[in-house]
């Protein structure tokens, strides 16, 4: 099993449409969690970090269910902008591992 | 504020040639570093991080080095190119031994091993 595992997608949704994502983690010890976004051929960038009680920033809502062992990130009224590849991440004893991504084409 | 250089963006390589990668990170002190790659259409890789000068962990078996001469520089290194060693390479940095502290990337380089 992977130690972090995604669905590639792509999800293609229309502007304004709702949209989520979902990651697992195999390692239960595992400590801190985030999104990152990457456009293509770029860095990827911090997007959120994943709050044990849920955490939200404008229209991006992140949970954490460490029962379960999976993390999910709930974009509303989606944006053209919003169009990227989305990386889950866990980290595990003082490494950070990428899942490798979630690809979301937001279309008019 | 915290700022990390990478350089080159790209770069273009026959195979058996050397490789010199640097990453330098201004305003902040003793930073974890990290080198990720990543390959075509895969996720990111981790290849080696370091918590201090001089201190390289590495996290897979490859043809790659790494050194810290000093507390903000990284270097990635190779004698000899394989063509297996294209990617896009990331250097990057969090604050050190912080429990819940997120990566901040460079702007990567673009490896193309020919």
């Known amino acids: 099993r992977k130690e972090v595992e995604q669905d590639p997608g792509p999800f293609n949704v229309p502007e304004g449409a709702t949209v989520a994502f979902n990651c697992t983690y195999s390692n239960s010890a595992s400590q801190s969690f985030f999104w990152y976004r990457q456009d293509c051929r770029k860095e990827p960038k911090l997007l959120m970090s994943v709050y044990s009680s849920g955490n939200e920033d404008g229209r991006f809502t992140a949970q954490l269910n460490r029962a379960s062992q999976y993390i999910s990130l709930l974009i509303r009224d989606s944006k053209l902008s919003d169009s990227a590849t989305y990386l889950c991440?866990?980290?595990?004893?003082?490494?950070?591992?990428f899942g490798t991504g979630t690809r979301l084409q937001v279309f008019p | 504020s915290q700022t990390i250089h990478q350089w080159p963006a790209t770069l273009v390589q026959p195979v058996g040639s050397p490789l010199s990668l640097e990453c330098t990170v201004e305003g902040t002190s003793n930073p974890n570093l990290y080198w990720y790659r990543q390959a075509a259409g895969r996720g990111l890789q981790l290849l080696f991080y370091?918590?201090?000068?001089?201190?390289i962990s590495s996290e897979v078996p490859q043809n790659l080095s790494a050194s810290r001469p000093q507390d903000r520089q990284f270097i990635l290194s190779s004698k000899k190119l394989l063509l297996s060693d294209s990617g896009f390479y990331l250097c990057?940095?969090?604050?050190?031994?912080?429990?819940?502290?997120?990566?901040?990337f460079g702007n990567g380089t673009r490896l193309t091993v020919t």
């Open positions: 990057a940095w969090s604050v050190g031994a912080a429990y819940n502290s997120p990566l901040h």
């Open positions: 370091s918590v201090g000068i001089g201190q």
């Open positions: 991440v866990v980290n595990t004893d003082d490494k950070l591992i």
